[in-house]
């Protein structure tokens, strides 16, 4: 398949995503995930992103656009795609569309998780993240079987930089002020479907309905 996941900061796109790819074979694609292991590894990307991205501000399209552009011909995405975090601006959905259109693919929808503020925020100062394969915890739903300690890989798992108070709030906005219009954008394309929960099994029936329609 290739869905985009819409939602707000937290909503559970990179959730939803990892269970998706079980699906089907589709591959993951998340541009936090990308620009965060360009920060741990110390390159160009990681010094001229980190600053914006501890903020909870957006990094610039044109990098965001260089950086999809190269991904999405790699070889894993012929099985499909969920795009995590991407397109964020009205000018990244703009330049994804004339980028699939000359790739000559298609989207099958773009997924609005639309979550209600206050879940949001609950889960986001109780989120932990695994720091070398990124599997996502939760300490109230989903907390790992030892404490601060990855199932997955046995790594060390953590709050990430932008899960400060202040940067949840800003990232918050930046998301109603930048974000949110792509709902309207998707909606347009008749592409949009929206459910609101970001539970494993209504999603994929939501998706599911979408592709067989
Ligand atoms: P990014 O990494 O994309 O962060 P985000 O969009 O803010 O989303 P999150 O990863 O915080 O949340 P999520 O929706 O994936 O939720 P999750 O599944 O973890 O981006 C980070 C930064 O990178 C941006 O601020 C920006 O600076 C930059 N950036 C990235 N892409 C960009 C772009 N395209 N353009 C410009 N800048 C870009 O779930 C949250 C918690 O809830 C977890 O603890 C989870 O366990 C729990 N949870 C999930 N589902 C459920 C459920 N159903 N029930 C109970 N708990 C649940």
Redesign the pocket.
Known sequence: MKVI?L???????????KALMQLDGSVQI????I??AAIAEGSDLGKQ?EA??AA??????QL?MDIMEQRLQQEDCQQGYLL??????IP?AEALKALLARLGEKLDCALE?DIPREVIID??T????CTNCGE???V???PPKVDGICDVCGNVIVQ?A?ETEEAIEN?LQ??NDQTAPLVDFYRDEGLLVSVQ???LEPVVAAIRERLQG
Not at 84 to 89: C, I, L
Not at 126 to 129: A, D, F, S
């Open positions: 996941l939602g707000p900061p937290g909503a559970g796109k990179g959730t939803i995503a998340s541009t936090g995930d620009l965060r992103v914006a991205m909870g501000n957006l990094v610039t399209d965001i995590d975090g991407f397109p964020r601006t990244q998780l889960r986001l109780t989120r932990r993240t996502i915890y939760n109230k739903s989903k990430r932008d990232r930046v998301y929960t970001s539970d």
